[in-house]
């Protein structure tokens, strides 16, 4: 009895320790992620400033950043599958929509549509998910090195009030702005008869993104406002799986 109770600890401490190193290397691997992240958008920022300043103009300024852009904003896929294998305790619907719709906004509307690049939506959705994304990136890198700064705290869940609803009105003036150009040029359209018989018009799939933000945009916007009010607050917020 002794020895089968002895082989038991022993097996306990080796699963323990498993356990254990395999939190200190998923710490590791989200606190590289989150501090590159942060740089990357710090970067983002840096240089549209610096653009601004040079230049007295926003036209431009999109090529300018058009590489870095595309890829940390690609990049950010990773996050979705943090939340699929749950080494990050988030909904991988709330995070696949948010990340998926701004890969699409970057790669199949701004970055294909070079007519509606110098548009001052394009810039003020640009300045939102810029400065959105280094206060939530800082958030998470101070949180993973337990080191938190309040001011770092209160803008992560403060900031998006103002900005998430500016961000989104940029997002929809782009898609806006790109629909003539959509319609004439038929980008991304397919038109019967073809090989394939099948029919896709981007034109009004563009229009149908842009009603899918009446449903999704609320359901976003109240998540975001139950996080703070239990982060800030420390309210006990019960939410449904997703």
Known sequence: MASSEEDGTVEEKENNNKKR???????AWLTFYNIAMTAGWLVLAITMMRFYIQRGTHKGLYRS????????????????GHCA??????SVIVNGVQVCSRIFMVWFVTNSIRQIQNEESVILFLV?????????????????????PYFIKWARYNFFIVLYPLGVAGELLTIYAALPFVRRSGMYSM????????????YYCLIIVMLSYIPLF????LHMLRQRRRVLHGEVIVEKDE
């Open 21 to 27: 190193t395999k939190s200190a290397l998923v710490t």
């Open 65 to 80: 950043i058009a590489r870095t852009l595309k890829f940390f904003q690609t990049f950010a896929l990773v996050e979705v």
């Open 85 to 90: 294998i749950g080494i990050v305790k988030t």
């Open 128 to 148: 939102v998910w810029t400065v959105m994304e280094i206060s939530r990136y800082s958030y998470y890198t101070f949180s993973l090195l337990h080191h938190l």
């Open 191 to 202: 038109r019967l008869p073809n090989k394939y018989n099948v029919s896709f018009d981007y």
């Open 218 to 221: 609320p359901q976003l916007y």
